[in-house]
């Protein structure tokens, strides 16, 4: 699985973040400034907001008009199971689920689908202890 992970965040160029606040105190907000100063082109999956990070936001998934190399979940368990479905439809390759985010068999219908599935690990975490 490290060395997975490795290669699912070297080869990511394109992270679609559900979940992504405008608010700098939100853990989400400050995940993705951080993955994107490293280099990353972030998109924000927030129906609530029109931009954060400099970067528009969209409604959900199916709205996003570019290829998604990952998807990195903030919203809660209950909200994962739409976003696989999404995720599987969009035949996106990686689905990155934060830490606490945690839906067994969400992750096991994502990776049925070919999904590389990351379940309750945060991503700045990993990336930082990779990337170093």
Known sequence: MTDSIYKVLERA????????????MRPSHGVSAYMQSQGYK?????????ETLGEKSYPSLLDIPEKIDL????????????????????KIPALWLQEDVI?????AKARAAGIFVVMDLCILK???ARFR
């Open 13 to 24: 160029k394109t992270i679609a973040v559900v979940g992504l606040s405008d608010d700098p």
């Open 42 to 50: 972030i998109i924000p999956v927030n129906p609530q907001i029109e």
């Open 71 to 90: 998807v990195d979940v903030f919203r809660r368990p209950e909200f994962v199971d739409e976003i696989v479905e999404q995720a599987i439809q969009l």
């Open 103 to 107: 839906h067994e068999a969400a992750a």
């Open 126 to 128: 990993e990336h930082r």
